[in-house]
């Protein structure tokens, strides 16, 4: 159990799977929203978005965000802190703004949608503040890639590249994961959403 971070699938982002993980109604939505905006509707793309033989996106989210928020709050507006880690699903489109809408999940009242451009771009900047090895960092095609290398992995690299993100590495993790999912859902032209 827990929260995960999870890519979604072509056939998932539009209902077709028939499983309650279905999100075609935040699909259709988002695509009324982007079209009252002047913005071309989202088409995720129709191949294994993700979970084909490249693997997939899939983190546990369980260490405290405390320092996390703490660190951001220091260094981001408001709005990009909405932007940066806000949002319930991440979608590899440039989105001004996060777009709330009014559906429900497990853990908030309603979905907000985010781009990954401006995520990705807000992760750089605090990658860069914490001095990240992102080199040595995971980039996530793997089941819990990046949720394991910081719980095991983490000691050796920390080590022989010590900097400011090894004084919170609770804090480094979510650099890393938000940073790490927004490149995946530009990479794989998929949406990444909280499971």
Not at 63 to 82: N, V
Not at 131 to 147: Q, V, Y
Not at 168 to 179: P, S
Request: a negative charge; aromatic letters at 10%.
């Amino acid at each position: 159990m827990g929260v995960y971070l999870v890519s979604i699938d072509a056939g998932e982002w539009f209902g077709e799977d028939g499983g309650e993980g279905g999100h075609g109604a935040v699909a259709a939505a988002l695509d009324d929203e982007l079209r009252r905006r002047g913005l071309r509707p989202y088409e995720p793309g129709r191949g294994p978005a993700g979970r084909g033989a490249g693997g997939w996106f899939e983190e546990k989210v369980s260490p405290s965000m405390k320092g996390f928020d703490a660190f951001c709050r220091d260094r981001l507006t408001e709005a990009e802190r909405e932007t940066f880690y806000g949002w319930t699903v991440l979608v590899p489109l440039s989105l001004a703004e996060p777009i709330p809408l009014p559906f429900g999940s497990a853990y908030t009242d309603e979905t907000v949608i985010a781009g990954a451009p401006q995520v990705l771009a807000l992760g750089e900047r605090l990658a860069g503040v914490l001095r990240l090895p992102l080199d040595a960092i995971p980039a996530t095609g793997a089941n819990l890639e990046l949720s394991l290398w910081f719980m095991d992995g983490v000691r050796e690299t920390a080590a022989a590249r010590p900097g400011p993100w090894t004084e919170d590495l609770d804090t480094a993790f979510y650099v890393a994961l938000y940073l790490r999912a927004a490149r995946y859902a530009l990479r794989h032209g998929c949406p990444v959403a909280y499971s």
